[in-house]
């Protein structure tokens, strides 16, 4: 991609795009039948994408080199070059979302990228190629399907991918920063997980905290996501009504087929992720948190035969236990209140991510204090879940390395190189 007129580099990146949007209902059910979150999100997924293809086209020609002052007869200027291959290794979560959104910045820097999918989520990546290979020029985008450790390990190990980028587990992330180190010096990006709070001062309006927390914590693909707000951290003074009221509506969302537009909630991805939200489930009994909503998987009809949780809520859990600091990566919220608001601030610190935040309060000064104290990459105040174009997400701690969805990373996907240039005089 490199060798094409950056002009003509945007509108590769626009016919993409098209291509996308003209397919998007195709794409949304390839990801339901893969990873079984809801129809209605899997449609939204594929706008998210075509959106960030065409973001970057715009920001070509943003790719700026910069000229330094120096003495008489000398001139100084930089100039930004392409990696030449890049590796992006995505999650389950958001198949597709992810594996077009993704290409969006390497490309428009002029990069080849090679997309290794989640094994349990390759179809919507594989038709991404299929769309590709009639806009973008041969060997510009590689899909390569497998397990991690056969393919994801290949290409963190190959000498001649030198730009990386990881969106999954911390645990996975740091076995990718060892094994990267172990060939050659590769730049790194790693998005990572989550335990992220929401913070709600007694001051702020109840009604519009309990939806919060509901969109918060992505309940509707199941609370597969590393930006889930999956601690809720309440003042004493209206912390049962907020649980009461959250509770209640988690009682009311309806389970069912991902491919039914009713549905509230769908599948876990697979066995060992339902596995995993099982065992949280009754982690959180043994430690003695209270539940208030949901802790069973569904039994009912056809939906026993699948892989479908209740969502659910643990109240009073204690802020030091195992459901308050690992993530679980599945619908499990757990609550915990507060009174003052340096307690608020250590008990939203006291874990080892900083992806996200989200602060409720009508006291501007307590909420930007908060935004200023809060170690998160990406803080919301009276809102949550909304990602704005152009703006850096990445987390803090164990959350990550590196910014994405904005200018910062598309400059990552370059290198840059200084020239000095002496005239002779």
């Not at 509108?11 to 809801?38: K, T, Y």
């Not at 969006?104 to 990228?113: I, K, Q």
């Not at 997309?115 to 390569?144: C, H, M, Q, W, Y």
């Not at 596995?275 to 948190?289: M, Q």
């Amino acid at each position: 991609m490199g060798a094409i007129d950056p002009t003509e580099r945007a509108g590769v990146l626009h016919r993409l795009a098209d291509a996308i949007d003209d397919n998007a209902e195709e794409l949304a059910l390839l990801d339901v039948r893969d990873n079984g979150s809801p129809i209605r999100e899997m449609r939204n997924d594929a706008r998210v994408a075509s959106a960030q293809l065409r973001y970057y086209a715009g920001l070509i020609l943003q790719l700026h080199g910069q000229t330094t002052t120096t003495s008489r007869g000398r001139l100084n200027y930089s100039i930004r070059q392409p990696w030449g291959v890049v590796g992006r290794i995505i999650p389950f979560n958001h198949p597709f979302m992810f594996a077009a959104s993704k290409i969006a910045a390497p490309l428009a820097a002029g990069n080849c990228v090679i997309v290794k999918p989640s094994e349990f989520t390759s179809l919507s990546a594989l038709r991404l190629g299929e769309l590709a290979a009639d806009i973008l020029p041969p060997g510009v985008l590689n899909i390569v399907t497998g397990f991690g450790a056969e393919a994801g390990d290949a290409l963190v190990a190959h000498p001649k991918v030198r730009r990386l980028a990881f969106i999954g587990s911390a645990q996975t992330g740091r076995a990718i920063l060892r094994r990267g180190a172990e060939i050659n010096v590769k730049s790194i990006t790693l998005e990572l997980g989550g335990k992220n709070p929401l913070v709600v001062f007694p001051d702020a309006d109840v009604d519009t905290a309990v939806e919060a927390a509901l969109r918060g914590m992505n309940f509707t693909w199941q609370g597969q996501s590393c930006g889930s707000t999956s601690r809720l951290i309440a003042h004493a003074e209206i912390y049962d009504e907020l649980v009461t009221a959250v509770g209640k509506r988690l009682d009311e969302m309806r389970s069912g087929s991902p491919e039914d537009e009713a549905t509230d909630t769908g599948a876990i991805v697979s066995e060992p992720q339902l596995e995993k939200v099982l065992s949280y489930i009754a982690i959180g009994h043994e430690e003695g948190a209270r539940l208030v909503a949901g802790g069973t998987r569904v039994t009912d009809g056809d939906l026993g035969k699948g892989r479908f949780v209740r969502p659910t809520l643990f109240a009073d859990v204690d802020p030091r236990s195992r459901l308050a600091q690992e993530e679980i990566f599945g619908p499990v919220l757990a609550a915990m209140p507060f009174r003052t608001y340096d307690q608020a601030l250590e008990i939203a610190n006291n874990v080892q991510y900083g992806l996200t935040a989200s602060v409720f309060t009508r006291d501007l000064a307590i909420a930007h204090r908060f935004a200023e104290d809060i170690e998160a990459g990406y803080v919301w105040v009276n809102d949550v879940s909304r990602h704005t174009p152009g703006t850096a997400f990445g987390g803090f701690k164990d959350s990550g390395l590196g910014r994405e969805e904005n200018v910062e990373e598309l400059e990552s996907y370059t290198q840059s190189k200084n020239v000095h240039v002496n005239f002779g005089r």
